[in-house]
């Protein structure tokens, strides 16, 4: 059984401040490591991609993957009222599964300003 | 790039009735496409994964008979919902696997569409 697990929330922080979520995974043969944003009502969009142990930056988000720990976060630093959505952490074992991702149930987040 | 699009984004149908929904990648080709429904406050669910050229492969408890998919070609899936009941009333969400090069990782990423809204009355 592939399974994802990510805190529970919800996740509130004030403007400005940093939020961090979290994510961990069960099939040590897992590749590849995705955070997704969804707005409601919303379909999921990608937003970072991590594939290699270490840190990951792309503006204000820093994605850390542990495979060791077998461990994924996401960061998110000087949140904005914008950022409030549900997150989801997504992983791909790769080979077989033909690119099939296993989600997290996802974290909410709220930023208030 | 990696632009997913569905159609229709929002169906209202009566019980009994058929309902097809579109997947197109935009730009770029996708030999494998996956379906998703999620309820309202839920998670994603997969129902199915569709691969360009051959049979859908569906997750358990999925009936293939009433989610019928089809790949015809590398840049679109339908899935159709027969004889809709009040019950398969959710938000319908397509997904794309993109080639390696696209996003320049060397790795597949999946990309997803807006979405479906099926309400059947």
């Known amino acids: 059984q592939k399974e994802v697990e990510q805190n529970s929330g919800p996740l509130s922080v004030p403007e400005g401040a940093i939020a961090s979520l979290n994510c961990t995974y069960s099939?040590?043969?897992?590749?590849?490591f995705f955070w997704y944003r969804q707005y409601s009502g919303k379909s999921p969009e990608l937003i970072m991609s991590?594939?290699?142990?270490g840190d990951k930056e792309d503006g204000r988000f820093t994605a850390q993957l542990n495979k060791a720990s077998q461990y994924v976060s996401l960061l998110i630093r000087d949140s904005q009222p914008s950022d409030s959505a549900t997150y989801l952490c997504a992983v791909n074992q790769g080979g077989s599964t033909l690119g099939r991702l296993y989600f997290g149930r996802g974290t909410q987040l709220t930023v208030w300003p | 790039g990696a632009v997913v699009s569905q159609h229709p984004s929002r169906v209202i149908c009566k019980s009994g009735t058929s309902v097809k929904i579109e997947c197109r990648s935009l730009d770029f080709q996708a030999t494998t496409m996956f379906w998703y429904r999620q309820f309202p406050k839920q998670s994603l669910m997969l129902m199915a994964t569709?691969?360009?050229?051959?049979?859908?492969?569906?997750e358990q408890g999925v009936e293939k008979d009433k989610f019928l998919i089809n790949h015809a070609s590398l840049t679109l899936s339908t899935l159709t919902v027969t004889s809709a009941h009040p019950e398969d009333s959710s938000f319908y969400i397509c997904?794309?696997?993109?080639?390696?090069?696209?996003?320049?990782?060397?790795?597949?990423?999946?990309?997803f569409g807006p979405g479906t809204r099926l309400t059947v009355l």
């Open positions: 991590i594939y290699s142990n």
């Open positions: 099939d040590r043969v897992s590749q590849s």
């Open positions: 569709s691969n360009e050229g051959s049979k859908a492969t569906y």
């Open positions: 997904s794309a696997r993109s080639p390696p090069g696209l996003a320049g990782t060397g790795y597949n990423e999946q990309f």
